[in-house]
C-alpha cells in the first residue's frame, strides 16, 4: 500500500454483475453497474493505486473464485487487485494469490478454526484481513453470520498473529450514502498498528478527510463513486 493516503475504487461481484449492496443485504440489489471487468477497466483509467474486488456469492457460500481473479488481474494490470471472497482455507488464499491477486482479503476464516498465523505465513504483506462489523461484532459468511468477537477482539487477534493490513467495513453504513462511522475507525486505529482501509457509508471529499484527519491509511468508495459524488 502507497504510504500516502489511498481512494481505492471496489468492484462488487454477484452473478456475473457488477453491484451495489444496501448494507450487505442480497436481496438489495442498489445499483447494477453490468459488466465487472469493464467497471474495473474504468476503475483503472483513474490510476488508483489498487482496486478492490469482492465476489458476493463466493463470500456467502465459500469456494474460491479463480477464475474472477485471473479475469480482474488481467482487466486491471499493471494496477494491482485486493480481492476477497470465499476464502475459507490457506489453499484458497494461496490459489488466488498464485492466480495474480496482489492482495488477498480473509475474512469468515480469520476468524474460524485455523490459526490466522497460517495465512500469515502463507501470505505475509500480501494479506489482509475484513474486519466487517454490525453493532459492534465481527460479520462473516458474507456479513451473514457473526463471528461473536468484538471489534476489539479481532482486531487483538490480527495484532498478535502478524497481521500488516486490515479493511474495516461499517455494515450498517454500506451502500446507505450516510457517512462513515467515525466512532469504530476511532477504535480501530488506537488498537490496530498496522495498515487500515475504511469502508462504508463514505460520500465525498468532506467524508475522505474526516476519515484521514484520524489517522486511517485510505478509504474503499463503491456507491459514491458511481454514483458521482467522490471522484477517484
Known amino acids: 500500500m502507497p504510504q500516502k493516503f489511498a481512494i481505492v475504487p471496489a468492484v462488487d461481484v454477484l452473478d456475473g454483475r ?4 444496501l448494507r450487505g443485504d442480497y436481496d438489495s440489489i442498489e445499483v447494477d453497474a453490468g459488466d465487472p471487468l469493464a467497471l474495473v477497466r474504468q476503475a483503472v483509467a ?12 463466493a463470500a456467502r457460500d465459500g469456494g474460491a473464485p479463480v477464475d474472477l481473479a485471473r479475469a480482474v488481474s488481467d482487466a486491471a494490470a499493471p494496477v494491482p487487485v485486493q480481492l476477497g471472497g470465499g476464502v475459507r482455507s490457506v489453499a484458497d488464499a494461496v490459489a488466488l494469490a498464485e492466480a495474480g491477486i496482489s492482495r488477498v482479503i480473509v475474512g469468515t476464516a480469520a476468524f474460524g478454526s485455523i490459526p490466522l498465523r497460517d495465512f500469515v505465513d ?3 504483506e500480501r494479506l489482509v484481513v475484513s474486519i466487517d462489523v454490525a453493532g459492534g461484532i465481527v460479520r462473516t459468511a458474507g456479513w451473514l453470520e457473526s463471528s461473536e468477537l468484538t471489534t476489539s477482539e479481532a482486531l487483538t487477534r490480527c495484532s498478535e498473529a502478524g497481521v500488516l493490513h486490515i479493511v474495516c467495513t461499517a455494515i450498517d453504513r454500506d451502500g446507505a450514502r450516510g457517512g462513515p462511522d467515525l466512532d469504530l475507525l476511532r477504535e480501530v486505529r488506537a488498537t490496530f498498528a498496522g495498515t487500515i482501509l475504511a469502508a462504508g457509508g463514505i460520500r465525498d471529499t468532506a467524508d475522505v478527510d474526516a476519515v484521514r484527519a484520524l489517522g486511517i491509511d485510505g478509504v474503499v468508495v ?8 467522490l471522484e477517484l
Open 222 to 229: 463503491g456507491r459514491a463513486w458511481l454514483d458521482g459524488t
Open 122 to 124: 502463507a501470505l505475509g
Open 46 to 57: 483513474t490510476s488508483p493505486p489498487l482496486v478492490h474486488v469482492v465476489a458476493l456469492g
Open 18 to 21: 457488477a453491484v451495489r449492496l
